[in-house]
């Protein structure tokens, strides 16, 4: 069974940093292409991040260019995304979400997500 | 990049009841790689449709997808009471993956 659980989510204030993690298991990790989809309170769902199964192809979201960092242990099964320079609009629940082999930004298995609130 | 526009923003409808919701793109989508959501209250989105009109593993025969070019459909026949949810259309096509704003389905 597919499993995506994030964690590292919570409270911090703006301008900080934080790191996500996605931990994965009941598929070849290696092998896929993962994403970060976010979704902001009351709102709808919004694409951040893209890494492909090597890491050697990296997407980004205008929105989170330049100041957030996808990154992948396929040792560890495990999906990250630093969050730098954080605003009140990156408050939201980040998703991690597993892409379909050859089709990088169809999305068949997503965690629960994790909540981040950016606050003072 | 293509928008996606899902009409109507909300859809009030009784159980047993039939729902059609659109999704309209500002240009032709590449292979119909057009994608179905449903994310209930508190959960994160399941997958329900691909290729515009392919049924996702598990998912009832009472969820199809139609449609091509910029113009597509999703059809819930025979309304359960799990399927009040929000629903959002995909285009997969191409970076990045956008995502509809949503139409919500519930009860009347």
């Known amino acids: 069974e597919v499993q995506l659980v994030e964690s590292g989510g919570g409270l911090v204030k703006p301008g900080r940093s934080l790191r996500l993690s996605c931990a994965a298991s009941?598929?070849?990790?290696?092998?896929?292409?993962m994403n970060w989809v976010r979704q902001a309170p009351g709102k709808g769902l919004e694409w951040v991040s893209s890494?492909?199964?090597?890491?050697?192809?990296?997407y980004y979201a205008d929105s989170v260019k330049g100041r957030f960092t996808i990154s992948r242990d396929n040792a560890k099964n495990s999906l990250y995304l630093q969050m730098n320079s954080l605003r009140a609009e990156d408050t939201a629940v980040y998703y991690c979400?597993?892409?379909?082999?050859?089709?990088?930004?169809?999305?068949?298995?997503w965690g629960q997500g994790t909540l981040v609130t950016v606050s003072s | 990049e293509i928008v996606l526009t899902q009409s109507p923003g909300t859809l009030s409808l009784s159980p047993g009841g039939r729902a059609t919701l659109s999704c309209r793109a500002s240009?032709?989508?590449?292979?119909?790689?057009l994608a179905w959501y449903q994310q209930k209250p508190g959960q994160a989105p399941r997958l329900l449709i691909y290729?515009?009109?392919t049924r996702a593993t598990g998912i009832p025969d009472r969820f199809s997808g139609s449609g091509s070019g910029t113009d597509f459909t999703l059809t819930i026949t025979r309304l359960e009471p799990e399927d009040f949810a929000v629903y959002y259309c995909?285009?997969?096509?191409?970076?990045?993956?956008?995502f509809g704003q949503g139409t919500k389905v519930e009860i009347k």
């Open positions: 290729g515009a009109s």
């Open positions: 979400a597993k892409a379909v082999r050859f089709l990088e930004w169809l999305f068949d298995y």
């Open positions: 240009q032709s989508v590449s292979s119909n790689y």
């Open positions: 995909q285009h997969y096509g191409a970076s990045p993956g956008t």
């Open positions: 009941g598929f070849t990790f290696s092998t896929y292409t």
């Open positions: 890494i492909s199964s090597s890491g050697s192809s990296i």
